[in-house]
């Protein structure tokens, strides 16, 4: 499956903004999917997960009530929608798919090429 991340882009802290990953080759409804992120000078870091189905979606902790993870199994896309963003929200933001709905980046054996999302104060 090849994955197309997109949505990033320069905002101000408190804003909202949707990043969407098409997803290409095989269906891909039949995979979880997440997003992950990775700020300048850290490690990649898990944000959110979906199950095949849409029916069970996982949050990093800290983002819980901020972010939302949604898929359009029909359209072979996954959302994620960031809401009161941060400054300490700027990354570059990476979708993946994988077998097993997990939190960890080793489980995902596809991956998109990361859209940047910016976020000033």
């Known amino acids: 499956v090849q994955l197309q991340a997109s949505g990033g882009g320069l905002v101000q802290a408190g804003s909202s903004l949707r990043l969407s990953c098409s997803a290409f080759?095989?269906?891909?409804?039949?995979?979880?999917m997440a997003w992950f992120r990775q700020a300048p000078g850290k490690r990649r870091e898990f944000v959110a997960a979906i199950t095949w189905s849409g029916g069970f979606a996982s949050y990093a902790d800290s983002l819980k009530g901020r972010f939302t993870i949604s898929r359009d199994n029909a359209k072979n896309t996954v959302y994620l929608q960031m809401n009161s963003l941060k400054p300490e929200d700027t990354a570059v933001y990476y979708c993946?798919?994988?077998?097993?709905?997990?939190?960890?980046?080793?489980?995902?054996?596809?991956w998109g090429q990361g859209t940047l999302v910016t976020v000033s104060s």
């Open positions: 080759g095989r269906t891909a409804s039949n995979y979880n």
């Open positions: 993946a798919c994988g077998p097993v709905h997990s939190s960890g980046s080793s489980e995902y054996d596809s």
